[in-house]
């Protein structure tokens, strides 16, 4: 798959082509990292954040948004629940803090989640831009995975949808920072973005592959009418494309990079009422159920029209597991699911447990 063709496939809109292009990716998958789908249960903590990214509804300078931190005690029934569902790993994630006082609670969390799993509960952060020093003390806390989303390649278009003192290159550090620190390490793009062409898709993928990255989740872009990038009246595609744009994304990155773990991101979910299944037949092999306690869910709108706003974590995990088995994919309760990416790159087994 070379740029030219992945460009190609981008511009595709025959739904026969695109079928035998997702048949091709999740066999790919199913050669490079198992027929399994592997379940991340998504704890989104808090919506405080020091950022104001142009296209998020909990951006700082959203007054509308009630601000809310779980107790910690909370954050670790949300991941007992986690484990007794079967889930392999939780996910941590939130708007973007900095201070000692932060940097400790993490640092406490996430033994207390080791613990009450006997050390099973694989985590993953996603908990934005932090010091080197901040990822290593999480990591030796022991976390082994971390998310941080570059938005987009191009660091023009980076510019162009967040306020002047947020970076591309500090964020691309982080990045860096992150697999020196020895995690896992996630990124991803919008899709369908104001401004963005298919050759800023097709440099996406190759970002990916150059900055040697295990894990990726990309969903398509959907707008919030409370913030600035909505607001604009910029357009980016209609959304029925982005749907489109989403699943031709994870075949292309799986064709391409093969061994990397690929999430059917809940924005595929929040355009079509099959997203999940689509992302899977398109050769995704993560799912990330929101198991946050539904009273928070309201305020934890990165975007309008975001699924399951009231579905407990228990119903929506009898759900999945149907909906997923329809598509022929196995689903690997009570393992990491680690990608084996990062096991070929660090040449230390992916530990399955
Ligand atoms: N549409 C789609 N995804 C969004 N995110 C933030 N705002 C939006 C939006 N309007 C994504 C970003 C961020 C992740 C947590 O949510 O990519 O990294
Ligand atoms: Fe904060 Fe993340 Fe939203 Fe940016 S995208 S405003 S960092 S929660």
Redesign the pocket.
Known sequence: MNPDEMLEWLGEKDPKKLQGLFKAARACAVAHVGPKVYFRGLIEFSNV?A???CY?G???GNARVLRYSMPAGEILDCAREAFEMGYGSVVLQA??RQGEDYCRLIEDIIPGIKALSGGKLGITLSL?EQSFATYERWFRAGAHRYLLRIETSNPGLYRSLHPEDHFFEARRNCLRSLKKAGYQTGTGVMIGLPGQTNEDLVNDILFFEREDIDMIGMGPYIPHEETPLAASGQKGNDLTDNLRLGLVMIALTRLRLKDVNITAATALQALDPAGYEQGICAGANIIMPNITPVKYREQYQ?YRGKPCLDEDALKCSGCLDRRIRSTGAEIGYREWGDSRHFASRSKVPARPV
């Open positions: 954040c950022k104001n990214c998020c909990i951006r700082s708007g973007e934005g990165l």
